[in-house]
C-alpha cells in the first residue's frame, strides 16, 4: 500500500508558476497509474494529468500546453508543473495512485490519495 504526500502548493498571480511535489512511500510509484486532481470549492473533483503504466501521459484540456506532470522514479516523486496560472486553477489540488491500469488516467476513481496542497492564483 502506498501512502502520498504532497506540498509546493501556495498563493501566485495570474500568469505565475508552481511546482507541486508528491512523494511516495510504502511502495514503488513505478507500479502505479499516477495522476493530479483538483477540486476547487463547490465544484467536483476534475482529473488534471496523468502518467499512464505505459508512460504515456494524459491531461485535461484545460491545462494543456500549460501544466506538465512528470514522475522521477529514484526520488519516489511525482511532480506537475503549472505554468500561465489562472485564477481559474484555484483549488486543492491532489495526487492519487492506482495499481489498476484498467483505471480511466483522468477519473476519480484511484485507490490512492494524498491531503492535498492549496493553490491559489489571484488576478
Known amino acids: 500500500q502506498v501512502q502520498l504526500q504532497e506540498s509546493g502548493g501556495g498563493s501566485v498571480q495570474s500568469g505565475g508558476s508552481l511546482t507541486l511535489s508528491c512523494v511516495a512511500s510504502?511502495?514503488?510509484?513505478?507500479?502505479?497509474?499516477v495522476g493530479w486532481f483538483r477540486q476547487a470549492p463547490g465544484k467536483e473533483r476534475e482529473g488534471v494529468a496523468a502518467?499512464?503504466?505505459?508512460?504515456?501521459?494524459k491531461y485535461a484540456d484545460s491545462v494543456k500546453g500549460r501544466f506538465t506532470i512528470s514522475q522521477d522514479n529514484a526520488k519516489n516523486t511525482l511532480y506537475l508543473q503549472m505554468n500561465s496560472l489562472q485564477p481559474e486553477d484555484t483549488a486543492m489540488y491532489y495526487c492519487?495512485?492506482?495499481?489498476?491500469?484498467?483505471?480511466?488516467?483522468?477519473?476519480?476513481?484511484?485507490?490512492?490519495w494524498g491531503q492535498g496542497t492549496q493553490v491559489t492564483v489571484s488576478s
Open positions: 510504502g511502495d514503488t510509484y513505478s507500479r502505479y497509474l
Open positions: 492519487a495512485a492506482d495499481r489498476d491500469w484498467r483505471t480511466p488516467a483522468l477519473i476519480d476513481e484511484y485507490n490512492y
Open positions: 502518467i499512464e503504466t505505459d508512460g504515456s501521459t
